[in-house]
């Protein structure tokens, strides 16, 4: 398994047509129509997982996907839910990327944008806010730990850590609480996935949904 920042680096010969299609979402991105910019979010997170250092450091150059991408976040306006998660998803593979990449993010306010996010009403919005989080640490601990030495925002991993992760292969707000050493209690976290588990398999046999398969590992962790 790939590591974070693990992404294609030998694609320099395919940058051109990876440039010529990321160049195609930039108007789908700015969009005024829900679907079309989630389609665009999500294809330019499959270009830029593809892509390489080398489109890394074109969106670098061009930032206008960047700026596309966190203005969803910084808007006045309410974003609809898909769209937020969408993009959610593509910073997801964005903070994988060289480090100019990381550089550009971190620049633009981009874990002001993460923290804002972690106590979102909606879960999935808080879900895939904590893996984006989870994976932008690894590379920028350094220089960004004080902020999670707050009360406010170890309350708000503690509670992100309780959601319902079963769905997905890691629970990526615990893996914060771990990463910093924030105190938690892990049976609490351990005994609401049990309690999940047990209700679904009585779901289950009673001849209701089954719970949704597991994402695939690229839609959260490398």
């Given amino acids: 398994m790939p590591g974070p920042g693990s992404r294609n680096q030998n694609a320099e010969d395919l940058t051109s047509p990876y440039l010529i299609a990321l160049q195609a979402e930039v108007k789908r991105l700015y969009s005024a129509n829900t679907s079309l910019r989630v389609k665009a979010c999500v294809e330019i997170g499959h270009i830029v997982y593809h892509g390489g250092e080398t489109l890394d450091t074109a969106l670098v150059a061009d930032p206008r996907i960047i700026d596309g991408l966190l203005a969803i976040f910084t808007s006045e306006r309410t974003q609809p839910i898909p769209v937020v998660v969408a993009a959610l998803r593509t910073l997801n593979v964005m903070v994988r990327g060289s480090a100019a990449l990381i550089e550009s993010l971190d620049s633009r306010g981009l874990l002001a944008i993460l923290l804002e996010r972690i106590s979102h009403v909606d879960d999935e919005v808080r879900i895939y806010t904590c893996s984006c989080l989870y994976l932008y640490m690894l590379r920028t601990i350094d220089r960004h730990a004080q902020h999670f030495a707050t009360a406010e925002v170890q309350a708000h991993l503690r509670k992100a850590a309780l959601d319902d992760w079963s769905s997905y292969q890691y629970n990526d707000a ?32 009673g001849g209701q949904a089954s719970p949704p398969p597991i994402e695939s590992e690229s839609d959260l962790r490398p």
Avoid: N, W
């Fill in 174 to 205: 615990e893996e914060l609480l771990k990463l910093f050493e924030i105190k938690y209690d892990p049976y609490l976290v351990s005994g609401c996935i049990q309690s999940r588990a047990m209700t679904q398999a009585a779901k289950a046999a």
